[in-house]
């Protein structure tokens, strides 16, 4: 089993750039692929980025180039990701996710663990 607790979020201005944070128990960190989803009202968890505990990343530039990119400290048991430029688009609940190797772009039930999701809303 993995827990993860986000934080971050919250309600920011269009062009702010926030930061999200998870943190990870329960099993080895160096076991598993982080992700990121988010989810809008009536519409199906989105792939956002993920990454291996070697760093390997994928991330998914539909949204635009580095505009979310992910990291992760191994040390402390959390992933992050940077949210750059948000447009009131970008308003959505965001989750972790968690699952074995090997890294996939999702979809949503190729990862088993998921956090509470914490809400972004982004205003002009």
């Known amino acids: 089993q993995v827990q993860l607790v986000e934080s971050g979020g919250g309600l920011v201005q269009a062009g702010d750039s926030p930061r999200l944070s998870c943190v990870a128990s329960g099993r080895t960190f160096s076991e598993i692929v982080m992700g990121w989803f988010r989810q809008v009202p009536g519409k199906e968890r989105e792939f956002v980025a993920a990454i291996t505990w070697s760093g390997h990343k994928i991330e998914n530039e539909a949204y635009g180039e580095g505009r979310f990119p992910v990291s992760r400290d191994n040390v402390k048991n959390t992933t992050y990701l940077q949210m750059n430029r948000l447009l009131p688009e970008d308003t959505a609940v965001y989750y972790c996710?968690?699952?074995?190797?090997?890294?996939?772009?999702?979809?949503?039930?190729?990862?088993?663990?998921w956090g509470q999701g914490t809400q972004v809303t982004v205003v002009s």
């Open positions: 996710a968690a699952r074995s190797n090997p890294i996939v772009p999702g979809p949503a039930y190729q990862f088993p663990y």
